[in-house]
């Protein structure tokens, strides 16, 4: 167990986030989670768990192929949360113990899907991020069709 000397003192933690990126991440005394890049940061999640959940979906997903990827606006973002959660495509499902405030995780036994707008929640001058992950084309395909978010143009 972990005693700061100053128990309202803020816990640094020194955790890199997945995002390519240096950026950190804190624990607040609350227990929230504040994510962060220089002069940029916003509580993104509940709790430490829950940042934790969220980095390793991003090995659980490995079992796939990366097959797209795309910038979205944040009405977009939100729109295709909505979508998927009320449409549940190849039975995706809400992964809530792996979602913050701007990040969502959607998953299923064909694929799965990653929605991210922390960077642009925070003032960071990067819009929202959609990733797909399957065996095939499909999944994106259906959420282009759908929703139309994803570009042929952004396929990998």
């Known amino acids: 167990m972990c005693e700061p000397e100053d128990a309202d003192e803020e816990l640094e933690i020194l955790y890199v986030v997945q995002t390519g990126t ?21 509580v993104e999640f509940r709790t430490l768990d829950a940042l934790l959940e969220c980095d390793s979906m991003f090995t659980d997903v490995t079992k796939f192929a990366s097959v797209a990827e795309v910038r979205v606006s944040a009405a977009g973002l939100a729109g295709l949360a909505d979508y998927i959660t009320a449409e549940t ?4 499902q809400l992964v809530s113990e792996a979602c913050g405030s701007h ?9 799965a899907v990653f929605l991210c707008g922390t960077w642009s929640g925070m003032g960071f001058p990067m819009p929202p991020t959609v990733k797909v992950w399957s065996d095939d084309d499909r999944l994106a395909d259906t959420l282009r069709a759908a929703y139309g978010v994803l570009s042929k143009e952004s396929a990998k």
């Open 89 to 92: 495509p190849f039975s995706l």
């Open 103 to 111: 990040t969502f995780w959607f998953s299923g036994e064909e694929g």
């Open 22 to 42: 240096s950026a950190g991440a804190s624990v607040r005394a609350d227990g929230t989670v504040v994510v962060g890049f220089d002069q940029w940061d916003v």
